[in-house]
């Protein structure tokens, strides 16, 4: 198993790794955010994973996401399943189905920790509140325009919808996302190594990545 992950072994060591195999992470989302999240993830050692998303794939989502054209019309929770078993092995656990009151708890319950990147405030508060009331360590992550945020439960707000638009439709959408990606993935495994919790906004406008530890 190491050699799959030998970059990260020489960096992290092969305890670190061990470590990161044993941690249950649920993500929210299977879009821009939560599709390229789910695939460095794995190919850092993080290896039980599961994903929600009812979407299917659309042409305009190659751009942003880690899908492609022949992926149209699929589910983006079984090509994302198909693409990372490929790539590392692994066996990534799908629900296709919408999160919401009643399949919250189904979903998440057994989540060591919850990333959330959805695109709308409904279900970012249900995911909000469950993990709130479980005590469910829980990280969100979110974009509108040039800037994004990764954010621990106990530091975030539910923003509101954004009314004009798709923030993937912004022209640099790609580089704010691979920007908040790479420090989302940070986060995670600052946290599952070293039980440590930063906050980060990110504004591509001026190319900066600002930390709040705590």
């Known amino acids: 198993m190491t050699n799959i ?24 989302g299977a879009g821009a955010l939560g599709s390229l999240l789910a695939d460095n993830l794995a190919r850092q050692g993080v290896r039980q994973l599961a994903v929600i998303d009812f979407d299917r794939i659309e042409q305009h989502n190659a751009g942003t996401q880690l899908y ?16 990372l078993f490929r790539s590392v092995g692994i066996e990534l656990t799908v629900y296709d189905r919408r999160l919401d009151d009643r399949t919250v708890k189904k979903f998440l319950r057994k989540a060591d ?3 959330d990147t959805f695109d ?8 909000t509140d469950f ?6 360590e829980c990280l ?8 994004g945020e990764v954010r621990w439960n106990d530091r975030y707000r539910v923003p509101q919808d954004v009314v004009e638009g ?38 591509l406008r001026d190319l900066k990545i600002n930390t709040e530890q705590f």
């Open 5 to 28: 992950y030998l970059h990260e072994a020489i960096y992290r060591g092969a305890e670190a790794i061990n470590k990161l195999g044993q941690i249950q992470i649920t993500l929210c």
């Open 131 to 136: 993990c709130l009331e479980r005590r469910i």
């Open 120 to 127: 709308n405030s409904a279900s970012r508060r249900i995911v």
């Open 166 to 203: 798709d923030v993937c439709d912004y022209p640099l959408a790609r580089n704010l996302i691979l920007l908040l990606v790479a420090a989302g993935c940070e986060a995670i495994l600052r946290y599952a190594l070293e039980n440590e919790k930063e906050n980060y906004s990110v504004t």
């Open 140 to 147: 969100h992550l979110g974009m509108n325009a040039d800037y």
């Open 113 to 115: 920790l919850v990333v």
């Open 68 to 83: 492609g054209q022949s992926d149209v019309g699929a589910k983006k929770v079984d090509v994302l399943k198909a693409q």
